[in-house]
């Protein structure tokens, strides 16, 4: 579960800053790291209440998914193939 909170975390961190290079405003990167993380916590919550439901665990990889969709407009060659994977290896 503690990998899980790391991933989430570095996903945000990653996905706010490629989110920031569109040129977003600062509201809306602190709006979207606010939804993803808010989908990180209530994950990590379920996962630790009720281990045996896979509830929060999918909560947790929802909101690691829900960063990798701000690197579809970064330029690097690891954005690209983060996001493309993301999307199932589509252009």
Known sequence: ??????????????GAWAYGRTGAS????????????TYT?????????????RTGRLMVAESVTWFLGNLQVCKGPACRCCSRSARGGRR
């Open 41 to 53: 916590g209530a994950g990590l919550i379920a996962w630790w209440r009720r281990p045996a439901n």
């Open 1 to 14: 579960m503690g990998s899980a909170a790391v991933l989430a975390v570095a996903a945000g961190c990653t």
């Open 26 to 37: 600062q509201a809306d990167v602190l709006r979207d790291l606010a939804t993803g993380w």
